[in-house]
């Protein structure tokens, strides 16, 4: 059974980087679609990246193009999210996900399980 264990999480000031991992088990991630999606209080979760093939083929949502960027690493079965320039707006509890529903689309609803998330708070 897939299990999904997201870290990397903290407080740091905006204009900040942080790095997020999520180390898979029970199941080998190979080129299996990944993704990373948030969830800000009060809001909805929403997809921040997804890595169907290759990098090139990676999908960010708007708001983080050009500041975030995702990345796996096959022998230690674990994929990232290196975040850069953050921004207050970026605060919310980040999830790794993956699932083969997400080479259609990196949303919520194509996600089957989920893990128990990073806490990733931006604040001066």
């Known amino acids: 059974q897939l299990q999904l264990v997201e870290s990397g999480g903290g407080l740091v000031q905006p204009g900040e980087s942080l790095r997020l991992s999520c180390v898979a088990s029970?199941?080998?991630?190979?080129?299996?679609?990944i993704g990373w999606f948030r969830q800000a209080p009060g809001k909805e979760r929403e997809g921040v990246s997804c890595?169907?093939?290759?990098?090139?083929?990676?999908y960010y949502a708007d708001s983080v193009k050009g500041r975030f960027t995702i990345s796996r690493d096959r022998p230690k079965n674990t994929f990232y999210l290196q975040m850069t320039s953050l921004k207050p707006e970026d605060t919310a509890v980040y999830y790794c996900?993956?699932?083969?529903?997400?080479?259609?689309?990196?949303?919520?609803?194509?996600?089957?399980?989920w893990g128990q998330g990073t806490q990733v708070t931006v604040s001066s």
């Open positions: 890595l169907a093939y290759s990098p090139g083929t990676a």
């Open positions: 029970g199941f080998t991630l190979g080129y299996s679609a």
């Open positions: 996900a993956a699932d083969s529903r997400l080479f259609s689309a990196c949303v919520p609803e194509n996600v089957r399980s």
